[in-house]
């Protein structure tokens, strides 16, 4: 009954973390506490404020990279290869999720909010290397990040992604409303739903979800 509705869908649009990987390998625990490390040097504070600064920005920006940039003129590239300098030697390779991709009809490209050279580290840390068309970071977007309709813009602009004709996979659900009201299937990927009218679809098994839509 699923796969009726992504009959006309001709552009895959993936998240990265906690997307193409389970939420289990807790790779943002690594990433955060890098995060917490930079905000501490870059603003003179102490670890209980750099970790109240970097949830407030998530929160109020999108990222906390767009709070620092916004608010203090931080420099992007550094911040990106510090937090993104991290452990991914536990994450194990998908064949059969990298299978299930390459059979969807049409093209196939990552959209995350970190940058792309720590997607490609990611992918092939996932054996998922090969699977995508391309794999966009948030430096495609100028910086702009996700929920942010105009971030998504840039991209799908970019690779020639048509968003009636298009499906996006995302585990912040905050991040699927702009795509929605650009007229894509929404899925949500997480161990929880959360009902909202901008999701489409739910799902806790991301490998299992494309396996009912590629028979």
Do not use: C
């Not at 389970?22 to 943002?28: I, S």
């Not at 420099?75 to 194990?92: F, G, K, M, N, R």
């Not at 990040?145 to 602009?157: D, G, L, N």
């Not at 912040?172 to 929880?192: C, E, K, S």
Request: hydrophobic residues 40%; negative net charge; aromatic residues 10%.
């Amino acid at each position: 009954m699923v796969a009726r509705h992504f009959t006309q869908t001709r552009g895959w649009v993936f998240d990265l973390d906690n997307t193409l990987y389970p939420p289990e390998a807790r790779l943002f625990d690594q990433i955060e506490r890098r995060m917490t490390a930079y905000v501490m040097e870059a603003l003179r504070v102490d670890q209980g404020e750099a970790n109240r600064l970097r949830k407030f920005y998530w929160a109020e920006y999108g990222t906390t990279l767009s709070g620092l940039m916004q608010l203090h003129g931080v420099d992007p590239a550094p911040y990106l290869t510090h937090v993104h300098e991290i452990d991914l030697s536990h994450l194990q390779p998908d064949p059969d999720l990298k299978a299930r991709i390459m059979a969807l009809p049409g093209r196939r490209i990552v959209y995350t909010n970190g940058s792309a050279p720590y997607a490609e580290r990611v992918l092939a840390a996932r054996g998922l290397s090969g699977a995508f068309d391309a794999v966009y970071g948030v430096e495609h977007a100028g910086f702009r990040p996700k929920p942010e309709r105009a971030a998504f813009e840039t991209v799908f602009a970019a690779d020639g992604i048509v968003p009636a004709g298009a499906a996006m996979f995302e585990d912040d659900a905050r991040n699927l409303a702009a795509p929605h009201a650009m007229g894509m299937r929404t899925i949500h990927v997480a161990p929880r739903p959360e009902p909202a009218g901008h999701i489409h679809h739910h799902t806790d098994d991301l490998s299992g979800f494309l396996a009912r839509l590629t028979g």
